[in-house]
């Protein structure tokens, strides 16, 4: 069995952070007990293609990928080319970019419900833009939501609430310290592929809602007719429909998840993979629920930034160019196989399913184990080997057959590992990490 990579640089760093950086990280999803904390890295100095390299000099293949932020790989030559050479004319200037027309003009060629659109730095930024325009285009304060929209008050303020679900916060372990307790009802979660539910609240809040912010699915298709209900009782209640794509948009299609299941919501916000790692966020839409956004104050001096301009219009035209839904298909479906190839030649429940652009690993845990040492267990063993993964993988466009042969001869002998702790009752002495700890609870699948 191979050793554990070395990465007491991580470690340090780490240690260092929580004397610096309240939480650790800029990001929930970048901390240590997300993976397996003492095994898995935490630091990473340099990154190419499918692979980075950690600040221990260690070598992972990469299925994380920035959390779906890099689409066509770790610097690609491409975006990075048009990025540098626009840094040499300038970053940022006093005056607006032509930038800003050019990338309208592809995202209102790409995206189902563009007419119109604004620009933010990231997906949570947008997210509280999109809500902004709501509200003032139909004068209405409450949004009714299903996903996760962010950390802004607007949309952290459904803690002061509870989950539809579990009776528990909606987002599990955040609680809503500093948010205004003011905001308490402004936001009202509602339970994916449940249209009774939504009708209920539409009814319950009528005349009052401004507008429906859901992720319109993330890892696995939408239930036959799901969404369509959803727009139905958007438009029977004269509220704004918005799509957040931040995470599911451009991989299944360049047009979002609306170009394939072929609901046109009246917004969509747009971030991550758009530009392959830079940071950059769009909201878009409808021209007359774009159009009252002039009178509403939404501004902000980097919005105009030259780099996230050239780096979405660069990551869009080369997602066109490589044929990126053709090729997700391929790269999914062969890491699809080898996943569940892995899981019966170690003798082991479960299947790889979901979307072709970002499959998920399902163990099957026998009745009284506890799934969360199987999933940790199995991310702690394909760190072991070199493998940087959660259940859910991220693929770009960079990956080769290479990278999933690998994946899957480390998912094999992973999965072993786990079955032995399974049937000799052995994850105590196998895990070496504490449990992978849930940031938040989401309500899409």
């Known amino acids: 069995m191979p050793q ?36 898995s890295p935490v630091y990473a100095q340099r990154a190419k293609g499918s692979r980075f390299i950690d600040v221990d000099e260690n070598e992972f293949v990469d299925w994380v990928n920035a959390v779906g932020a890099v689409i066509l790989g770790h610097a690609d030559d491409v975006v990075d080319g048009a990025v540098i050479e626009q840094i040499r004319r300038g970053s940022l200037y006093t005056l607006n970019s032509p930038l800003e027309l050019e990338l ?21 930024e947008a997210c509280a833009v999109a809500a902004r325009i709501a509200r003032g285009a139909t004068g209405r304060d409450k949004i009714l939501i299903c996903g996760y929209h962010g950390w802004h008050d607007w949309y952290q303020a459904a803690n002061y609430g509870v989950d539809p679900v579990s009776g528990e916060y909606p987002f599990a372990g955040i609680e809503p310290i500093g948010v205004p307790a003011g905001l308490a009802g ?19 809040h009528a005349g009052e809602t401004a507008a429906i912010m859901m992720e319109p699915c993330r890892s ?6 799901y969404l369509e209900g959803v727009q139905a009782l958007a438009r029977a209640h004269e509220v704004i429909l918005i799509f957040d794509e931040v995470s599911c948009g451009w991989r299944q299609a360049i047009g979002g998840m609306q170009a394939v299941t072929g609901v046109t919501p009246d917004m969509t916000v747009l971030a991550k993979a758009m530009s392959n790692g830079y940071p950059m966020g769009a909201v878009v839409g409808a021209r007359e629920v774009m159009e009252p956004a002039a009178r509403m104050f939404i501004s902000s001096s980097y919005w105009s930034d030259n780099i996230g301009l050239v780096a979405s219009l660069t990551t869009i035209r080369e997602l066109k160019r490589r044929d990126s839904a053709r090729r997700f298909d391929e ?7 080898a996943l569940n190839q892995a899981l019966a030649d170690a003798g082991m429940g479960g299947a790889c399913r979901g979307f072709s652009s970002n499959p998920m690993l399902a163990i099957q845990s ?61 994850f105590d002495q196998l895990l070496v990490v504490d449990l992978k700890k849930e940031p938040f609870r989401r309500q899409v699948a």
């Open 104 to 124: 309208a003009d592809e995202l209102i060629k790409a995206i189902p419900s563009a007419q119109m659109v604004r620009y933010t730095k990231g997906g949570g």
């Open 186 to 204: 402004s936001v009202v979660p509602f339970r994916y592929g449940d249209l009774n539910m939504l009708e209920d609240l539409l009814k319950q």
């Open 220 to 225: 696995e298709p939408p239930p036959a007719g």
């Open 331 to 337: 790269i999914g479906e062969s890491l699809r196989r």
């Open 366 to 426: 026998p009745p009284g184990v506890d799934p969360r040492k199987a999933n940790t267990l199995f991310i702690q063993e394909m760190a072991r080997r070199n493998v940087h993964c959660s259940l859910s993988f991220k693929a770009t466009l960079a990956h080769t057959e290479e990278d999933i042969r690998v994946t899957g001869a480390a998912a094999t002998e992973a999965l072993k590992v786990v079955k032995d702790a399974i049937e000799h009752d052995r």
């Open 4 to 39: 554990f990579p070395d990465v007491s640089k991580s470690t340090a760093l780490y240690a260092r952070a929580g004397e610096l950086i309240p939480g650790r990280v800029q990001l929930i999803s970048r901390r240590a007990d997300q993976f397996a904390n003492g095994v």
